[in-house]
């Protein structure tokens, strides 16, 4: 459960009441939205966002609650919320984008997302990436992996695209006794035979994969996918070295669709959980925001997993059907002259 306030809360604006707004305002997640539907003053939405440091681990509490945490598999990736317009706030960076194929301003969500044996899949930790921290990326990956292992986790495997492919985070997963399949970057260096070193773009990948020595890290298994007229290259690594033989074309594609449900997750945290839509300035109002949107996720997929509802954005979808049939309703009586008046045809 999400841990008690440090102090008696003193505004009407609360963590569920901002969380419900986010998951069903179509349009301005806004204080001043919030402050309208509710019937609360915008200060006390201000001091809801201001009073309470929410912390990564309150978010694991929550995820745990629904997942086995036993033998699933962990994912590490990143992801950049827009913020093009915004002047004076806080966290706020310039940070590539996959959306747009460039940089553009924002803020840079990095994540671990965990599937469990059964296929039910949440955030566990978070990290926004803050420059004043003076760490990259991948150290708050290695940080987060050492949190959520200490916190109970207990993945089998680890996924993550090429930019967390570097060698210390291939070995430290390693040394955690995971097996993992992380993206490598075309140009990579692999060794199928010994004293010599080919790039994986080079090399004939049959679809079980190919045994190969990647260069500084030891043994793997090479793959290759294609996204329209993108290849795509993974190394596979397994705790067991006799496994080798046996992890095939759809072991592969197991995991690298677990993988790819990240990517899921980061579109309805934008699209369903207005994670991008604040005007907040402050850090600690800004990352109480993003907490909320994530902890909102969490409550949409507990949902799906109860089977209360089948899809979010449907869900979503269906909150205005009412509204806007009432409207429309409402709207035509006494419009009839707006139809056309089909007069009787006249014989010339």
Same mark, same amino acid.
């Given at each position: 459960?999400?841990?008690?306030?440090?102090?008696?809360?003193?505004?009407?604006?609360? *963590?569920?009441?901002?969380?419900?707004?986010?998951?069903? &305002?179509?349009?301005?997640?806004?204080?001043?939205?919030?402050?309208?539907?509710?019937?609360?003053?915008?200060?006390?939405?201000?001091?809801?966002?201001?009073?309470?440091?929410? !912390?990564?681990?309150? *978010?694991?509490?929550?995820?745990? =609650?629904?997942?086995?945490?036993?033998?699933?598999?962990?994912?590490?990736?990143?992801?950049?919320?827009?913020?093009?317009?915004? =002047?004076?706030?806080?966290?706020?960076?310039?940070?590539?984008?996959?959306?747009?194929?460039?940089?553009?301003?924002?803020?840079?969500?990095?994540?671990? $997302?965990?599937?469990?044996?059964?296929?039910?899949? *949440?955030?566990? @930790?978070?990290?926004?990436?803050?420059?004043? &921290?003076?760490?990259?990326?991948?150290? $708050?990956?290695?940080?987060?992996?050492?949190?959520?292992?200490?916190?109970?986790? +207990?993945?089998?495997?680890?996924?993550?695209?090429?930019?967390?492919?570097?060698?210390?985070?291939?070995?430290?997963?390693? @040394?955690?006794?995971?097996?993992?399949?992380? /993206?490598? &970057?075309?140009?990579?260096?692999?060794?199928? !035979?010994?004293?010599?070193?080919?790039?994986? =773009?080079?090399?004939?990948?049959?679809?079980?994969?190919?045994?190969?020595? *990647?260069?500084?890290?030891?043994?793997?298994?090479?793959?290759?996918t294609q996204l329209k007229d993108q290849l795509r290259h993974y190394v596979v690594s397994l705790p067991d070295a006799e496994a080798y033989d046996a992890f095939k074309q759809a072991h592969f594609q197991k995991l690298h669709d677990q993988h790819w449900q990240i990517e899921q997750y980061h579109r309805m945290i934008k699209q369903v959980c207005n994670i991008e839509k604040f005007q907040v300035r402050g850090k600690v109002?800004?990352?109480?925001?993003? %907490?909320? /949107?994530?902890?909102?996720?969490? $409550?949409?997929?507990?949902? +799906?997993?109860?089977?209360?509802?089948? @899809?979010?954005? =449907?869900? +979503?979808? /269906?909150?205005?059907?009412?509204?806007?049939?009432? %409207?429309?309703?409402? %709207?035509?009586?006494?419009?009839?002259?707006?139809?056309?008046? %089909?007069?009787?045809?006249?014989?010339?």
């Amino acid at each position: 459960m999400i841990r008690k306030p440090t102090r008696p809360p003193t505004a009407r604006c609360t *963590l569920p009441m901002y969380m419900g707004f986010l998951m069903s &305002e179509p349009t301005s997640s806004t204080c001043t939205r919030l402050s309208e539907v509710m019937e609360i003053s915008h200060d006390s939405v201000n001091r809801f966002l201001l009073r309470e440091s929410y !912390e990564p681990k309150d *978010l694991f509490n929550e995820a745990k =609650q629904l997942l086995n945490l036993i033998g699933g598999t962990l994912n590490v990736d990143d992801s950049t919320l827009d913020k093009p317009y915004s =002047q004076h706030m806080a966290l706020v960076g310039h940070f590539w984008s996959g959306k747009h194929h460039r940089v553009v301003k924002g803020l840079n969500l990095v994540t671990l $997302y965990y599937t469990d044996p059964q296929g039910r899949s *949440l955030p566990v @930790n978070y990290r926004v990436y803050d420059k004043a &921290e003076g760490k990259t990326k991948n150290d $708050y990956f290695l940080d987060m992996l050492d949190e959520v292992l200490e916190w109970g986790l +207990q993945p089998a495997f680890m996924t993550g695209d090429s930019w967390y492919s570097c060698v210390n985070n291939l070995k430290t997963v390693k @040394n955690h006794r995971m097996g993992f399949m992380f /993206a490598v &970057e075309s140009n990579r260096l692999v060794s199928t !035979e010994k004293g010599t070193w080919v790039q994986v =773009q080079k090399l004939d990948i049959p679809d079980d994969g190919l045994p190969v020595w *990647l260069r500084n890290f030891g043994n793997v298994k090479l793959f290759r996918t294609q996204l329209k007229d993108q290849l795509r290259h993974y190394v596979v690594s397994l705790p067991d070295a006799e496994a080798y033989d046996a992890f095939k074309q759809a072991h592969f594609q197991k995991l690298h669709d677990q993988h790819w449900q990240i990517e899921q997750y980061h579109r309805m945290i934008k699209q369903v959980c207005n994670i991008e839509k604040f005007q907040v300035r402050g850090k600690v109002p800004i990352l109480n925001h993003i %907490f909320a /949107a994530l902890c909102s996720y969490v $409550y949409l997929q507990r949902m +799906q997993f109860t089977q209360i509802i089948s @899809n979010a954005y =449907q869900w +979503q979808k /269906a909150l205005y059907k009412e509204v806007v049939s009432s %409207f429309v309703a409402e %709207f035509i009586i006494g419009k009839d002259h707006l139809n056309p008046q %089909f007069r009787p045809s006249v014989n010339a």
